[in-house]
Nanobody
Framework: QVRLVESGGGLVQAGGSLRLSCAASGRTFSSYAMGWFRQAPGKEREFLGA????????DYADSVKGRFTISRDKFKNTVYLQMNSLKPEDTAVYYC???????????????WGQGTQVTVSS
């Protein structure tokens, strides 16, 4: 079992930055692919990006490519989502996710965090 806990959400003005953190506990963190999703009110959950367990593969959704960056610290069992140039349409609940299989990270990762709210004001 893997437990994921997000933090770092909050209120930020358009054009600003935030860094979300996702602390993992349970099974060996370094053997899991990690990723981020978000869900805005009235919308479906959206895949943002993922990183393989070794960090050799990273994919991003077109909507955030160039603005959002995923990184991980294996020693701290933590994965990060650096968000720059934030827009009001980035307002959503952001979720961390994990799975043993990198290829399914964009569709059906097995483990989820509880989410953290990000609100971008105009």
């Amino acid at each position: 079992q893997v437990r994921l806990v997000e933090s770092g959400g909050g209120l930020v003005q358009a054009g600003g930055s935030l860094r979300l953190s996702c602390a993992a506990s349970g099974r060996t963190f370094s053997s899991y692919a990690m990723g981020w999703f978000r869900q805005a009110p009235g919308k479906e959950r959206e895949f943002l990006g993922a990183m393989s367990w070794g960090g050799g593969n990273t994919d991003y959704a077109d909507s955030v490519k160039g603005r959002f960056t995923i990184s991980r610290d294996k020693f701290k069992n933590t994965v990060y989502l650096q968000m720059n140039s934030l827009k009001p349409e980035d307002t959503a609940v952001y979720y961390c996710a994990a799975d043993e299989v990198y290829k399914i990270m964009a569709t059906r990762p097995r483990y989820w965090g509880q989410g953290t709210q990000v609100t971008v004001s105009s």
